[in-house]
């Protein structure tokens, strides 16, 4: 099943539950999945047309009336766009504003370089206390939505729209706060998060056959970022990939540094978007232009472990 | 080639263009082809072997998924090869999805969030107003886009600093991705709208009509406030399978075989 059709049957079920649930759409619902919801939630669902400034406030001041809503668009449109929108009237105003942004990074394809955002975790993590979650897959979007309707605050969602591998099944214990173990390791530590999280497992695999046995840790919340499991796992592995779908500056890696360096320093490498903006094409083609493929993942989790004490 | 001909020779270059790659925002890019046919072959002092000359008349696309269209006007009049055209958005291509003014010689402003390239175009003017070097800056939005708030923050700059070189053009084709704009977030009154905000407004009844859209220019250019003339288009103009689809020709899929149909019904063979 592809995200966003996860993300309409959750939120439907949600909104039927919660009365108090809005759903704003800014003229990409049918991209979205969500357009469905407006037949059955007539007075709650709503397109504004093209003004997602317009929309970020509307859903402050509907918030302000004890209301939780939803706002939804492409990422670039979902942060960058609407950045001060979010940071005063939601974030500082203290409002209970849930925003989705859809097609992360690389996965804009086609609309390229202007749809691709490669900043949009850098830019709301440094606003203080909005929460910042990537889902991994079908399950864990479905189990983090209710946790997110629970919680009082501005929540970034920053999700993938189309077909995802899943990595974890439906009994998987989830807490929106906590880290994700995916596998026990000693060689090294890799913290991964959303697409890339699949890409991680499959370079799992080669470097198994290599010998080597990576302890690998999902980060689907970058803030606030589970620094106890961050720190467990550093000081039994000693060394640490980090591997995301953002640039490596202002997100995932971004974020486990500021832990290590503070708390227990080893040596780092990262997988992202190396400080590079976007282009069209396709994921494979993109993931080959960013060097994000398992086999790149792969050979940095080798030049770490040449940089781990002895 | 009249002006007909040659709109028809640059709607199966859209068509070839996104059909090659399979999938592409035909709807929006064949509701401007007369637009472009006209500005291009009439009014824009240009020169596709000089495309960054200095002083000349520019296009600021500001609905910047036209690309295709852009792309078909700008290689007819010779600013690249027509083989160009079959690499829209593969590796390496110079033809994104969306404008970009770094990449395709004749694209004067990278575009793509809605809304912002009409600003540009508003800075575009008053700098060539400041070097008064005579150009007229041209820049289409489309309807939908019209639902940005910057939009309308432009729409007042242009006419505090009397923007009488600016002459923009809405595609008012009724759609937007999600539907039909009045359904959505209705504009309307648009021609009061942009007259209440000091601007010359021109109203083109059939905005796929060469003649009329001619004949709008032309009275824009006398002018002594921006104009903006408001063009009653047909999302996916021309081709039958786009105009059917409505909503759904926002960006849609084209089989090899549709565009065979659609290249045939241009040719007057179906
Ligand atoms: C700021 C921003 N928000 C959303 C989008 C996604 N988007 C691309 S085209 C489009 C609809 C545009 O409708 P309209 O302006 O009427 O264009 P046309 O009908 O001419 O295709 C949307 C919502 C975008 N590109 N930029
Ligand atoms: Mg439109």
Known sequence: MEMRQVLAAELEKLMAQNENIVLIDADLSKPNGLAGLKSKFLERAMDIGISEQNMACIAAGMSSYGMIPFISTFTPFATRRICDQIAVSCAYAKQNVKIIGTDPGISAEFNGGTHMSMEDIGVLRSIPEIVVFEPVDNNQLKKALPQIVDYYGVVYIRAFRKETPDVFDESCDFDLFKALKIKDGEDLSIFCSGLMVHETLLADKELKSQGINAEIINIHTIKPIDRTAIIESAKKTGVVLTVENHNIIGGLKSAVCEVLMEEFPVPLRAIGINDKFGQVGKMPYLKEQYNMRAEDIVNKALEVLNLKCK | ?270
């Open chain 2, 1 to 270: 080639m009249d002006f007909a001909q040659k709109c028809n020779k640059i709607r199966q270059m859209i068509l070839k263009t996104i059909g090659n790659l399979g999938v592409g925002h035909i709807g929006g890019s064949l509701s401007i082809v007369e637009l472009l046919v006209v500005l291009y072959d009439k009014y824009m002092n240009v020169n596709p072997k000089d495309p960054n000359m200095v002083g000349r008349d520019r296009l600021i696309v500001s609905k910047g998924h036209s690309g295709p269209a852009v792309y078909s006007i700008l290689c007819s009049k010779g600013y690249f090869p027509e083989d160009w055209l079959l690499t829209l958005n593969k590796p390496g291509t110079n033809l994104p999805s969306h404008c970009d003014m770094n990449k395709t010689p004749g694209v004067d402003m990278t575009t793509g969030s809605l809304g912002q390239g009409f600003s540009c175009a508003m800075g575009v003017a008053k700098a060539s107003k400041i070097k008064n070097d005579g150009a007229t800056i041209y820049t289409i939005i489309g309807d939908g886009e019209s639902q940005e708030g910057q939009i309308w923050e432009a729409a007042m700059f242009a006419s505090q600093q009397k923007l009488d070189n600016v002459i923009a053009f809405t595609d008012y084709n009724k759609m937007q991705l999600d539907g039909p704009i009045e359904e959505i977030c209705n504009i309307t009154p648009l021609d009061d709208k942009w007259r209440a905000f000091g601007w010359n407004v021109i109203v083109v009844k059939d905005g796929n009509n060469c003649e009329e859209i001619d004949a709008a220019i032309t009275l824009a250019k006398f002018s002594e406030k921006p104009s903006m003339i408001i063009l009653n288009t047909i999302k996916g103009k021309g081709i039958s399978f786009a105009e059917k689809a409505g909503a759904g020709n926002h960006s849609m899929q084209i089989t090899p075989e549709m565009m065979a149909q659609g290249l045939a019904e241009l040719r007057g063979e179906a």
